[in-house]
C-alpha cells in the first residue's frame, strides 16, 4: 500500500510552493513472453476517437524476464524533460520495459464516479502517454499501460461501497467505461501489457463484474493484460484464469528490523516466493510483480508499502534500501513461473533522488543493484562542487542579516511560521531566518523577472534543528501570464550539502544543475526562489521540522 505520493510541482510560491483476442499465456514452466510474440494488429477504434495509431516499433526480442521500470508525473511532461528521463535516467539502467502509470481519482472510498480530468489532481494525457510509449519502443523498450485509482481523501482502500449493491453496480460501470477507454489507449500505441485494476482489494471479491470487466477490455486490446492485486487479496482473489498474467505489487511486510541483514531479508522472502509459486500453479499463470519500491530508511522492509517518506524524524538508511532489491531480486531469480518486475517510479525530475533523500533508488547504492542485475551502464560520479573560489568576483544576496529589499517573502501550505531576524543562532552577521514547517514550503518572489546568467552558483547556509535533513528541495521558478516553469534540486545530490562549523551545514548548487534538463527556458530568468521542506505528510502532527538559514546569495565565479 502506498499514500498519495508528494506533488512538487511548485506552483507560483502561492503556487510554486504550493501524474477480441483470447488469453496468450503459454503453458508453464515457458517463460511468460515468447521471443517469437509480435504486436497484434490495431483494432478498429471507436468512432469519438481521435487517437492515431502509431507506426509498428521494431523492438529487441522479446524478453524471458520483465525488467522493468515504472513512470509516474502527474500531467504532462516537456520533450526536453521526456527524453532527458528516457535517455539519461530509465536507459542506463538496463531495463527492457517501462510501466506507463496514469492516475484517475475518486473523491473517497464511497464515490461512485472516476474522474480523470480534474485540474487540482492532474491526469496523465492520453497524447503524452503515446509520445512515452513511442519514445519507448524508439529505445527498444516493451511498454505496459498501467491505470491506478487514488482516493482524493487519502483513504484506502480506495473503493468500498461495504453491502451496497446498488453502489458497487453504478461503481463498476463507470469503471468499465473509464478503464475501456483505457484499454483502446493500450491498443493503439500497441502496448505490450496492460494492467485491467490496481490495489483494489475490496472490490477485487467480485468475481462477476471482473469477468464482465475482463471481456470487456479484450474487445479493445487484443495484448496479454493483468490485474495488479494488493498483498491483502493476491491469494483469495478467484477470477485469475480470466486475465493471462497474475500481478502483485508486492508490499509484503518483510522483518520487524530497523536494520536488517541482506541475509535476513532474503529468508524473509522464502515463504512468501513459495505461497507465489503455489499459486502460480494453482492458477496456471505466471507471477508478475507489477509495483514495488522501497525507501532509503530504516525499517523500510516493515512497513509493507511504498509509504511516503518525507515525514518526521525518519533515519537514512542507503545500505538496508539497496539490500531490500538485491534481497528481491535473488529470492526470485531463476524462478520459472517468475515474469519480473516493475520498480516503482520515475518522474523525470533531473534532480530525482542523491544519497541525502529518502526516496527511491536514483543515484544510490539502490540504482548501482538494478544496474548490476540488469547489465546497465556505471552510475556516474558527481562532479564535485568544492573546487570553486571562496571569493566569487560577483555575487547577489538575497538575505544577508536581513531580506534583500527587491525580494518578497512568500509561503505556501499554509503551515509555516517564518522569522526573518533570528538572533540566538546565526552562521555569521546579527540574524538568521527560522523557519518552522508543517507541510508548507516558503521561498522568496523577486519581480520583475531576474537573469541568473552572470552568475553559477546558489549558495547559503542550513541549520537542521527538527527534522532530518534530507527533506530539504531548492527550487527556482519563472512565472508570467503566458507560462509557469519550475526547476528544482534535492540536497541529496551529492556534494550539494557540507558540514561547516557549530552544526551548520554549507550549500552549494550549480545553477547548470537547476537548469539541467532546461525546464526553465533558456535565459535563466527567474521570478522564484523556493525552500521546500517536509512537503507532504499527512501522518505527522504539525509542526515536525524546524530549520535556520542564513547568507542566501547567488554567485558568479566565471570571468564575466
Known sequence: MKHLPTQV?????????????????????????SATYTPSPVLTLAPTSTITPSPTPTLVPMPDVIEGASILTYGDLTDRVRQYMFTQQLQPLGINWVGLVVYCYQES??????????????????????KRAELAHELG???MLHPQQISLSGDFPVVNHGSNEEAWRLWFENYMTYIAHYAQLAETMRAD????GAELPVASAHDDEWRAVVAAVRQQ??????????????????????????????????????????????????????????????WNRPVLITEI?????????????YIDPFCGDLHLDLQEQADLYEALLTSFEGKPWWAGVFWWAWSGNPAEGGPYDAGGPQGKPAEDVLRRHYGGLPRPT?????????????????????LDPAWTLDVAGGGATIDLGYQEDTYQGHASIRVIVDKSSFGFVHWPALDLSRYDLLEFYVKFIRGTPPFLT???????????????????????LAPAENGWFHVRVPLSELFRAEVIQPGREITELGLVFNWYCPAISSPYSEVLIDEIRFIGVATP
Not at 472510498?109 to 503515446?130: K, M, V
Not at 501489457?193 to 485491467?196: A, E, N, S
Open 9 to 33: 510541482t511548485l506552483l507560483l510560491l502561492a503556487t510554486l510552493l504550493a501524474a477480441c483476442a483470447a488469453p496468450l499465456v503459454a503453458p508453464l514452466p515457458t517463460p511468460l513472453l
Open 109 to 130: 472510498p464511497a464515490a461512485i464516479e472516476i474522474n480523470c480530468h480534474r485540474t487540482d489532481a492532474p491526469t496523465t494525457s492520453d497524447a503524452e502517454l503515446l
Open 141 to 143: 523498450l516493451r511498454v
Open 193 to 196: 501489457l496492460f494492467v485491467i
Open 221 to 282: 486490446y487484443s495484448g496479454r493484460i493483468t490485474y495488479a492485486a494488493h498483498p491483502w487479496d493476491v491469494f483469495s482473489i478467484t477470477w485469475w484464469d480470466a486475465v493471462d498474467v497474475i500481478g502483485i505489487d508486492a508490499y509484503f511486510p518483510l522483518t520487524q528490523a530497523d536494520d536488517p541483514t541482506l541475509d535476513e531479508l532474503k529468508h524473509a522472502w522464502i515463504p512468501i516466493v513459495s505461497q507465489l509459486e503455489e499459486l502460480s500453479k494453482k
Open 293 to 305: 519500491g522501497y525507501p532509503s530508511i530504516d525499517g523500510a522492509n516493515y512497513w509493507g508499502g
Open 382 to 402: 558527481a562532479t564535485p562542487v568544492t573546487d570553486i573560489p571562496e571569493y566569487p568576483n560577483r555575487q547577489l544576496i538575497v538575505y544577508q542579516d536581513t
Open 474 to 496: 531548492v527550487a527556482v521558478g519563472n512565472w508570467s501570464p503566458e507560462f509557469h516553469e519550475v526547476s528544482r534540486v534535492s540536497l541529496g545530490a551529492p556534494n550539494y
